[in-house]
């Protein structure tokens, strides 16, 4: 079986591991653009047009890539091999000698591919790992499912009308410009996404343009968008003291943020801020985390059955 398997957390770090295990002469070829090296060598190659960095042929079967850890960049080499034929779902049973058995082996490769910082003391202190532990209670899944959101970022996006502060926020919370930032109203034409620390979780944070009547190739980005903000599982409804708050697509997960509030606190805001003025964004992370994961359940000291677990005692 010809499988992919990202074995570094999914968010911005030097280095990334990407485990290729099957064909991998066949999978990689195409990417790298020249035969794969012999087994026992470590090579530098290109990855595509995309990023280069390292290559180790550890068996016949079985290769680790080294790109740059953006998740953006392993996100293409994983689509790339997929495009080969490679099962980015396949790899399961992880490679852990050091386990004491295979619900251990889960656990540390869950701990090796969480996306929150928050996920690792939490798995190390409750994640299941005897393979003889009782099977989970209701409340043991439902908090469970909570905690799962500390292994791969939820989508939470910022919507709102034009000239808001969308991506006045949006660039904050980045602590770099990456969005345009402008006093035209609907300056920004598509969306952009960054990763950020909520309280110890990740989130995919995504910026969006104000929504307006559009035409054209306009419209069609801004269909993509809507799409986005419809799968989004937290949409943040932003608008600034002089405008109304828009129906977001899928309101029951929605927090209303007023922004701009030097100019005047928004009445129908759950959350106020005035962006230029805020240095730590204590209180919006603490409202996205708990959106997700209450103080109840991140301060309980019940197990967590994370998916893996659940998979193999098929809960
Ligand atoms: N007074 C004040 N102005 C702000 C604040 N935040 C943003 N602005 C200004 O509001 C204008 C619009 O900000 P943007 O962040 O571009 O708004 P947006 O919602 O992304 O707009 P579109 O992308 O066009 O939909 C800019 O001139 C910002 O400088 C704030 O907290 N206070
Ligand atoms: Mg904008």
């Not at 959101?149 to 904050?172: D, Q």
């Amino acid at each position: 079986m010809n499988t992919v398997c990202v074995r570094t957390p999914r968010t911005p770090g030097a280095i990334g591991l990407v485990e290729v295990r099957g064909d991998v002469g066949r999978l990689l070829k195409p990417i790298l653009g020249r035969p794969l090296a012999p087994v026992g060598k470590l090579r530098r190659e290109s990855f595509g047009d995309f990023d280069d960095g390292l290559v180790y042929r550890f068996a016949e079967d079985g290769a680790y890539c080294f790109p740059h850890a953006g998740p953006m960049v392993v996100r293409m080499l994983v689509d790339a091999l997929v495009k080969q034929g490679a099962d980015a779902q396949g790899m399961v049973a992880p490679a852990f000698p050091e386990a004491a058995g295979p619900t251990e082996a889960m656990l540390l490769a869950t701990l090796a591919n969480a996306a929150s910082p928050r996920a690792i003391d939490l798995l190390i202190e409750r994640g299941i790992r005897e393979d003889s532990a009782a099977k989970p209670t209701a409340q043991d899944l439902k908090r469970s499912q909570q905690l799962d959101h500390l292994l791969s970022p939820p989508t939470v996006a910022i919507f709102g009308p034009p000239n808001a502060g969308k991506s006045t926020l949006f660039n904050a919370l980045a602590d770099q410009d990456v969005a345009l930032v402008d006093a035209i109203a609907g300056t920004t034409r598509d969306h952009l996404e960054q990763l950020w620390v909520a309280d110890g979780l990740v989130v995919r944070l995504v910026d969006t343009a104000g929504v307006h009547k559009s035409t054209g190739l306009e419209a069609a980005a801004i269909k993509r968008q809507v799409k986005l903000i419809e799968t989004a599982d937290l949409i943040l409804t932003v608008a600034n003291p002089d405008q109304d708050f828009l129906t977001p697509p899928n309101e029951r997960s929605a927090l209303r943020i007023g922004l701009q509030s030097d100019r005047g606190i928004h009445p129908k805001a759950e959350l106020s801020l005035c962006v230029p003025k805020e240095t730590t964004f204590t209180n919006l992370a603490l409202a996205v985390r708990e959106h997700f994961i209450s103080d109840a359940v991140a301060n309980h000291s019940g197990p967590w059955w994370y998916p893996a677990a659940r998979a193999l005692r098929n809960v």
